[in-house]
């Protein structure tokens, strides 16, 4: 009696996961917004369930290559099970995402080559890697790469919304083009709008624009140049203008950290600079454009 008492347990938690597959796949293919951390933490009981949980999401993610969203819910999926696998012995969440063994991984993520599929197995290869050391630490990183992916994918995606411009005609050498905006505050839902919860809940976010004195605290300026070159200032920094001559000296774009990288980025994602790809050096490319920026 114990013995087949003991079997039909098995067997129903067997068709419990089964069911909660069917459910998890269900609800990464559906498109809709969908909170499946409590399907999730029921694979949290041992390695081997969350081994399977991962399996299903690296499946489903390859599966979708072919659509951005769906592939990047099922990494943020992921990065949500590690996270909660390592628990509060994990550390922190977020943090640096830079190590060299998932460079790979994020390689076939640029938007100039994107590979979705092969990055979805270069980044369940390193992370299986991790995973055999059975530390909670380490399985934090982990997530924390795979956030990095995710914002990778949401990039792709952002760059297949096409914005109209019309071309005007340049102004002259050493006039300033200066462009301002007001302060924003947050008065409620900050960050609502960002993975990944808004793939479970949406967001929702309520902000004000505010001039400070009586003007805009915000804002740029930018004239055009006879050498080829960029050159970006920071008002009211220390460091020294950041000067470009060449394309590696925007590979740091996507470092926060990085001097003048939001600039970097703005001038890559509007196309005044390409970076990737069969990309003519930044000489040309300027020289092409009528001329250097600063």
């Not at 079997?7 to 996961?17: D, E």
């Not at 949500?80 to 922190?92: N, S």
């Not at 938007?111 to 050391?133: I, N, Y």
């Not at 009586?214 to 080829?228: F, N, Q, V, W």
């Amino acid at each position: 009696w114990r013995s087949d008492t003991a079997a039909l347990l098995r067997r129903r938690a067997a068709l419990a996961r089964s069911i909660d597959v069917k459910l998890l796949q269900r609800a990464m293919l559906r498109g809709r917004r969908e909170f499946v951390h409590p399907i999730i933490a029921r694979f949290m009981g041992s390695e081997a369930q969350l081994l399977e949980l991962l399996k299903v999401l690296d499946d489903v993610a390859a599966d979708s290559a072919h659509n951005i969203p769906v592939a990047t819910k099922a990494l943020a999926t992921i990065a949500d099970a590690l996270a909660m696998y390592a628990g509060p012995a994990g550390g922190l969440r977020s943090g640096p995402a830079s190590n060299p063994s998932f460079r790979a991984a994020f390689e076939a993520l640029q938007p100039s080559a994107l590979r979705l599929e092969e990055a979805v197995e270069l980044l369940a290869a390193q992370r299986d890697r991790w995973l055999q050391q059975r530390r909670a630490e380490t399985m934090m990183r982990a997530a924390r790469h795979y956030e990095g992916a995710v914002a990778r994918c949401i990039s792709n995606g952002v760059l297949t919304c096409v914005c109209a411009t019309k071309a005007t005609q340049p102004p002259s050498f050493g006039d300033w083009a200066v462009s301002e905006v007001p302060s924003r505050i947050d008065l409620a839902g900050g960050w609502s709008d960002t993975p990944p919860l808004c793939y479970e809940h949406g967001g929702a976010v309520v902000t004000a624009a505010i001039a400070i004195d009586g003007a805009c605290a915000l804002g740029c300026r930018a004239r055009r140049l006879r050498e080829s070159k960029i050159v970006i200032s920071i008002e009211g920094a220390q460091a020294p203008p950041t000067v470009c001559t060449q394309l590696d000296d925007l590979n740091d774009y996507c470092s926060p950290l990085a001097a003048g990288a939001l600039v970097k980025t703005v001038l890559l994602f509007s196309g005044f600079v390409r970076l990737r790809g069969e990309a003519p050096p930044l000489e040309q490319q300027l020289i092409d454009a009528g001329g250097g920026l600063e």
